[in-house]
């Protein structure tokens, strides 16, 4: 059975529990802090515009304004801050597990590098948006958990 990835969702965080990035901020985590700053050097170099529909979906979340506006406005891949985005997108990942139990973690990203190597695939990997979603695979924690998502530490 053949699935297709919306690509453009993809890039543009949709894979991000941006709730539990929300109560990441709400715990005062130390990612989630590093998340403003990422937020804050994507909008130094954003030209994107705004999204109505991504400003609604992070709205009502406690998350601080910067990080709002960054979301709201991911570039198109082929753009110069697409590289700040994707730090942004991965402080954001960093953010969602601090609130997700250390036992848990291993599936979770085993469902998440493996997402990101099928849209790696479905761009072409060696295309600008293939080699992004790549770059976020690779910038996953524990590259070295095994390939089983059952895994769980003891």
């Given at each position: 059975?053949?699935?297709?990835?919306?690509?453009?969702?993809?890039?543009?965080?949709?894979?991000?529990?941006?709730?539990?990035?929300?109560?990441?901020?709400?715990?005062?985590?130390?990612?989630?802090?590093?998340?403003?700053?990422?937020?804050?050097?994507?909008?130094?170099?954003?030209?994107?515009?705004?999204?109505?529909?991504?400003?609604?979906?992070?709205?009502?979340?406690?998350?601080?304004?910067?990080?709002?506006r960054a979301f709201a406005a991911p570039p198109?891949?082929?753009?110069?801050?697409?590289?700040?985005?994707?730090r942004f997108i991965d402080a954001a990942i960093?953010?969602?597990?601090?609130?997700?139990?250390?036992?848990?973690?291993?599936?979770?990203?085993?469902?998440?590098?493996?997402?990101?190597?099928?849209?790696?695939?479905?761009?072409?990997?060696?295309?600008?948006?293939?080699?992004?979603?790549?770059?976020?695979?690779?910038?996953?924690?524990?590259?070295?958990?095994?390939?089983?998502?059952?895994?769980?530490?003891?």
């Amino acid at each position: 059975m053949i699935v297709a990835v919306d690509l453009e969702e993809l890039f543009g965080g949709s894979f991000v529990n941006w709730e539990a990035v929300g109560d990441s901020f709400a715990k005062r985590t130390v990612a989630s802090r590093l998340l403003l700053f990422a937020a804050r050097r994507y909008l130094e170099v954003a030209r994107g515009e705004p999204d109505g529909e991504r400003e609604r979906l992070v709205a009502g979340l406690p998350l601080p304004g910067e990080v709002r506006r960054a979301f709201a406005a991911p570039p198109r891949p082929e753009e110069p801050p697409a590289e700040e985005w994707g730090r942004f997108i991965d402080a954001a990942i960093a953010a969602e597990l601090e609130t997700v139990s250390y036992g848990e973690r291993p599936p979770i990203l085993y469902e998440l590098r493996t997402g990101l190597s099928r849209a790696a695939e479905e761009a072409g990997e060696s295309s600008a948006l293939g080699r992004w979603f790549l770059g976020r695979r690779d910038a996953l924690p524990g590259s070295d958990l095994p390939d089983d998502p059952g895994y769980l530490p003891v």
